[in-house]
């Protein structure tokens, strides 16, 4: 698939829905112009980077859907695969919640915040803390990661045709992956499930030479993400979280902007999910505001790797915790990435990252590996502007870390691998 042309599609969203939130809130289109100039400067650089390889000079990747390991496994290999990811959610949610299945369902019925119960737990066991006991939890939820990601791109991209068994196996490793997001009272599964299903309905709905999506992939896409709101406002909710347009010290809900008049629950719906999808835009032109661009110290340091512990003896996100009031909300991955190796260092990563998108579209025989690896630099590019959707998941981490060796290998040491 073009993932190009996909990131471009979640940057004209993101682009939409910041518009709205400017005719909602006290916000200003000239306050959040900076993030806005910033999230497509980097999407420049990364279609230059895309650009710039047009063809490939790297070996030829053999990765066919015949020779995928996951696809050849009989029936019973699948059924053991489900099996052991649903007892390591289990197991990890006893770890990092101290809750059975039969404690969450019991909560969940009494109407108990499971969010509320899992950080309780999470402090009283100090699970915040890296040890040893904690190493076989972080490899089983990444064990379900992986498999989840890689199973729904092998079945339904990748497979011609999906049959009831397959369909029975993706629930039950589907049913692993959001038992643990439900068990911790948190969205973030869910998110990540609904990104991948549009990952899957785009792979298989755009056109490779003319862009064009068929009413029915835009229905679906459409669905998921009112489903995905809708979740993310039950999750919230069963928190003890009640809305009543409050967003923070630094933003207010206007009941006489545009869309507050206009459309009431569109309002509604933009206020709810701006933790999510709008505070980042926020937090970045805040930096680009009041940090970086406020002196020729702080200019210069934005640029160079570890720049501001450099000038300022202090990194970036703590900087930035005196510029706006955070509450529970994430650093955008720009400013981490910032933070680590300079906006020269960003724009580098933005085009590297380009490069090897298009290495991945030029492969001629796609098989999950190409698409697995597709889907995990979109989650990355769309998470630059607005959170940390792979940074702040240590299975994600090293998912990277791992399709990081597994393209080492297959370009520089052994060419042919069966993935």
């Not at 008049?261 to 569109?266: D, G």
């Not at 697995?372 to 998941?393: E, K, R, Y």
Request: glycine share 6%; aromatic share 20%; with cysteine.
């Amino acid at each position: 698939m073009n993932i190009k042309k996909t990131i471009n599609i979640f940057y004209i969203i993101y682009t939409i829905y910041i518009i709205m939130v400017i005719n909602v809130t006290s916000l200003t289109f000239y306050m959040i112009f900076p993030a806005i100039a910033l999230m497509w400067i980097n999407y420049f650089v990364f279609s230059a980077g895309y650009s710039v390889n047009k063809g490939s000079n790297m070996p030829v990747l053999t990765s066919k859907c015949s020779n995928s390991w996951l696809l050849n496994r009989k029936k019973i290999s699948l059924m053991t695969i489900a099996v052991f990811s649903i007892l390591f959610s289990i197991a990890a949610v006893k770890y990092y919640t101290g809750q059975t299945p039969l404690s969450v369902f019991k909560n969940l019925a009494n109407n108990t915040s499971l969010f509320y119960e899992y950080q309780l737990y999470f402090r009283e066991q100090q699970r915040y803390i890296f040890s040893l006991t904690k190493i076989p939890f972080i490899f089983m939820l990444f064990y379900i990661k992986l498999i989840v990601f890689y199973s729904y791109i092998s079945f339904l991209i990748v497979k011609e045709k999906t049959t009831k068994f397959d369909k029975f196996y993706l629930i039950l490793i589907t049913l692993a992956h959001i038992y643990f997001g439900l068990a911790r009272g948190t969205n973030y599964e869910f998110f990540e499930l609904m990104v991948l299903i549009i990952f899957v309905i785009l792979s298989k709905s755009i056109k490779l030479k003319k862009f064009q999506l068929p009413l029915t992939a835009l229905f679906k896409i459409f669905l998921l993400g009112s489903l995905m709101i809708f979740i993310s406002y039950i999750g919230v909710s069963a928190r003890g979280v009640n809305f009543n347009y409050y967003i923070s010290q630094d933003i207010q809900y206007d009941p006489n902007g545009v869309l507050s008049l206009l459309s009431p629950f569109l309002s509604f719906v933009t206020i709810i999910i701006f933790g999510y999808f709008g505070f980042g835009f926020f937090y970045i032109s805040t930096y680009v505001c009041e940090l970086w661009f406020s002196s020729i110290g702080n200019f210069i340091a934005g640029f160079l790797p570890l720049g501001y512990y450099t000038f300022r003896s202090n990194n970036l996100p703590d900087i930035m915790r005196n510029l706006v009031d955070m509450g529970a909300r994430w650093h955008p991955d720009v400013a981490l990435i910032i933070n680590n190796i300079g906006y020269l260092g960003l724009l580098m990563l933005c085009f590297l990252i380009g490069v090897f998108a298009k290495h991945l579209y030029n492969t001629k025989s796609k098989g999950p590996i190409i698409y697995f690896t597709s889907f995990i630099i979109l989650l990355q590019m769309i998470s630059l502007p607005v959170g940390n959707f792979i940074s702040a998941s240590s299975a994600s981490k090293l998912i990277v870390a791992l399709l990081f060796i597994v393209w080492v290998w297959k370009l520089f040491i052994k060419v042919r691998i069966k993935l």
